[in-house]
């Protein structure tokens, strides 16, 4: 999957300003801190389950067009319950994550393995398929724990004023590179994204 969206994945520390396509992704939202938040963590799995039923599909019943290709990592996109820029107050925070998928998975596709998926696990029915379409984007690379991101934006942020863009507000955007399983914190690679317009 970075390989067919070598673009979406680029991550630099140096800020950037893309523009991206429509891309396929399966999502649930929810809200709250994340941190030791088993709703959370059933959110993850549940993207997860139906993601690696697609990419072994080809074991029993292959999807049309299916390619052999690798899960992509995990994604989020974050604002906060009373809808007011997204800050470090992990209360207030309300989350939609997700996983982008292969173009070979269709609404059909998904629907079929959905309610397959759901005699397993039943919060499953909360996932659904649809297309970000991001556009026109800035974004920089943050490696370090989450709790220091704050630096990584003002860097951004200083950039795109540089360049006469303006954040739209309600679009912070994260995808975790990092597998949190092997890594401490201080090594953790985000690529943090918000949709911009000009000033």
Known sequence: MKKHYKEYYRAIKKPQILE???????????QGNPNDNPQFEAHISCLYQLSYSFRMSYKNEPIPGYQSYTVGPLEGFWSTIDNQMYDQDKDKLSYEI??????????DVFLTHQAKMILKNPQIQDVVFKYANEGLVGQILHVGPFETESESIAILEQYLDEQGYEIVPDTHHEIYLSDFRKVTSDKYKTLIRYKIKKV
């Open 20 to 30: 991206l396509p429509q891309i396929p992704i399966i999502s649930i939202k929810g």
């Open 98 to 107: 997700f996983i982008i998928q292969p173009d070979f998975i269709t609404e």
